[in-house]
């Protein structure tokens, strides 16, 4: 649906040349919700801005429903992007006017007729809860409903792709969910497929179900949400991963385990999916001459699954911790030793 494929964008400022993306790629197929993270300066803009033709890269292609943008005339970008709808952080409402009337524009713009624009305002009002707001000016609203109004105004042209950027980073963490709980909700019941920008991870935990991960200009991870909170590679990747699941061993017991005189391994485990059902820990304990101390353990919902990590201890011979070791890798549950320093 939407192909970004090696595509460079320099700028030239003041202090010089900024590479705002190196050889960037990502593919997003219908139905996804996918999240680009990044912090400050990453380059998350700049490749949103390429997706909706706001911005051409040096090189590379951006592709939208098999059409290259940049082949494209004038009026046919128009007519693609009347299927991309935006949703912005600070909402780009006008406040002096009504939630009607700013929810009607993009169809005011278009020269619709009065009744299909009367018909099609009511239905986005009613799939964003705001019916009761139709006549209220902008200016009387909260932030969360702002970003409804926002929202319903992307809605409006009936889009195929909703491009999001930073939508939730002016809002509370309450009215995040709810509004995360809209996009997914547009996602689901209408179909669209979307593409956001966020630093915040807990945007792509609770909603993103492909993720890329970017720095200084460049994609260093991407993959399945799972896979990349599973087994993420990038330092930045974990960093980003810590801030919503914590997977560290608690540091006011870290010097109990070095206390721990006997031979011991720790050891972070994973388990995602199905994997959650496999009895590891009762099959450890099963290997003779090896002790199991739990040392920390959270657990986290992600898309339709839950992500339980473990920190354990295993206290035994280096040979008796190997084969414990193998008993876990045998029931398809992540794990890394950890080294207690
Ligand atoms: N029009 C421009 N002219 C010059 N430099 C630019 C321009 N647009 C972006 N940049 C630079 O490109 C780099 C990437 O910017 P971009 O806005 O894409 O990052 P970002 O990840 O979206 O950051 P933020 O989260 O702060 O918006 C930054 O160093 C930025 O200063």
Known sequence: MIKVEHTNKTFSGKYGEVHALQDVSIHVEKGDIYGIIGFSGAGKSTLLRLVNGLETPDSGT????????????????????????????????????????????????EKAPKDVIEEKVNEVLRFVEL?????????QLSGGQKQRVGIARALTTTPDILLCD??????????????LKLLKKINKEMGVTILLITHQMQVVQMICNKVAVMENGKVVESGSVLDVFGK??????????QTVINDQIPESIVSLVKEQKEHFQVERLKFIGSSVKRPVISDICQVEGIVVNILG???????????????????????????????????GVIRERVEVI
């Open 166 to 179: 930073e939508a939730t980073s002016a809002l509370d963490p309450q009215t995040t969910e709810s509004i």
């Open 62 to 109: 951006v592709m939208v429903h098999d059409q290259d943008l940049g082949s494209l005339k004038k009026a046919e970008l128009r007519k693609l992007r009347r299927k991309i709808g935006m949703v912005f952080q600070q909402f780009n409402l006008l406040d002096s006017k009504t939630v009607f009337h700013n929810i009607a524009l993009p169809l005011i713009l």
């Open 297 to 331: 353990a959270t657990v986290q919902e992600l898309q339709e699954n839950v992500m339980c990590v473990f920190i354990l201890q295993l206290i035994g011979s280096e040979d008796k911790i190997c084969e414990a070791e193998k008993q876990i890798d045998a029931n």
């Open 232 to 241: 993420p590679q990038a330092l930045v990747t974990k960093r980003f991963v």
């Open 131 to 139: 019916e009761d707001k139709k006549d209220t000016y902008v200016s």
